[in-house]
């Protein structure tokens, strides 16, 4: 039976970690999966996380079920990072949060959980996005639709989009990224937030907002802007959260889903769906990673660390972008890549073309998606001449 079976090409991001493994050359950089990287080309534990395990070994006594849920202190800790810890939704008892293995797996529950309870509903992705965005709503079955978000200058085309979303059937779902955008790194103003939600109300959309980079923007709470205005205006919504990137607990598959309803009654029965949802996917989640999150999020000590150390990754972040286009200064391409500066979070999307990210990665070991995107958070300095001469020969070369 197994031999009508085709074979498919490897993830066009995670497929990037194996070439760059593979590649022997001394001066090889690695752009393409979204880990952060520090001054030595790291990704390290965090040293709030090192000392959240420390405890945790000390004081956990059994290795049994955590239901689907997950630990309702993980669920707590999230739902007042993400919403806010004075958010009237959590007096109200109208949020639920479902600990999911990743802000993946919180999509999924997410896609599942349309698919099963609001059926016929489309949901309506930017373009670009997040290409598993595409694979997971498939795979639940859903219809999926485009609305512009990046034009062929590679530029925010927010009138395009805004125009497109007023023509979105009532109803149906928009999923909007809260912050640092994946892939493009260009985010929504304030103000542009503001006019989405007159739009989501007068179409009556249900908005399902990823969050998977909570403070790698502008701040904890900076980043959370666009997820609180809807929440505070709207009865109902979905988000999915990570602590991969704001915890660096990548491979521990830390994620949350968080669904919004109308009053508790109707929290409730929603609730009791996601955790069927949950069952059917894989039971319960993995323990390990919300145990650290709420372990440092229920000391002021280990919180006021991550904090610092959220801080410093951002900064540092921030601090490349602004690098980057310093060192294509000399190769006379700072102000056609100036924009770098202005996106948020860790990947910029550089328009380059296909073509070039390839001989980017076969002349020099340069490895970036081939959409364009790179991941900004994988530079260090002392490698930027090496990547902007690099880029500088493959686009004047074009
Ligand atoms: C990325 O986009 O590189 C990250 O979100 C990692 C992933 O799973 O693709």
Known sequence: MFQQIARVPGDAILGLIDAYNQDTNPEKVDLGVGVY???????PVLRSVKEAEARLLQQETTKSY???????????????????????????????????????????????????????????LSDPTWPNHLGIFEAAGLKLNKYPYVNAANQLDFPAMLACLQQIPHGDVVLLHAC???????????EQWDQVLE??????LLPLVDFAYQGFGDGLDEDAYGVRLLAEHLDEMIITSSCS??????????????LIARNHEEMLNIRSQAAITARENYSNPPSHGGAIVSEILQSTELTQLWRDEVTEMRNRINGLRQDFVDALKPYGLSEQFAFIAEQRGM????GLTPQQVDRLRDEYSIYMVRSGRANVAGMSTDRLDYIAKAIAAVVKQA
């Not at 739009?199 to 009556?204: A, P, S």
Request: net charge positive; glycine share 14%.
């Open 347 to 350: 990947f910029s999307y550089t």
């Open 245 to 258: 990137k704001n915890f660096g607990l990548y491979r521990e598959r830390t994620g949350c889903l968080i």
């Open 180 to 190: 640092c955008h994946n892939p493009s790194g260009f985010d929504l103003t304030r």
């Open 37 to 43: 990287r520090d001054a030595q080309g790291n990704t």
């Open 199 to 204: 739009v989501v109300k007068e179409r009556e």
């Open 66 to 124: 955590i239901g689907s849920h997950g630990d309702p202190r993980y669920g707590e800790a999230v739902l007042a990072l993400v919403l806010g810890e004075a958010s009237p939704i959590l007096a109200a008892g109208r949020a639920s949060a479902t600990q999911s293995p990743g802000g993946t797996g919180a999509l999924r529950l997410a896609a599942d959980f349309i698919k099963v309870n609001l059926p016929g509903k489309g949901i309506w």
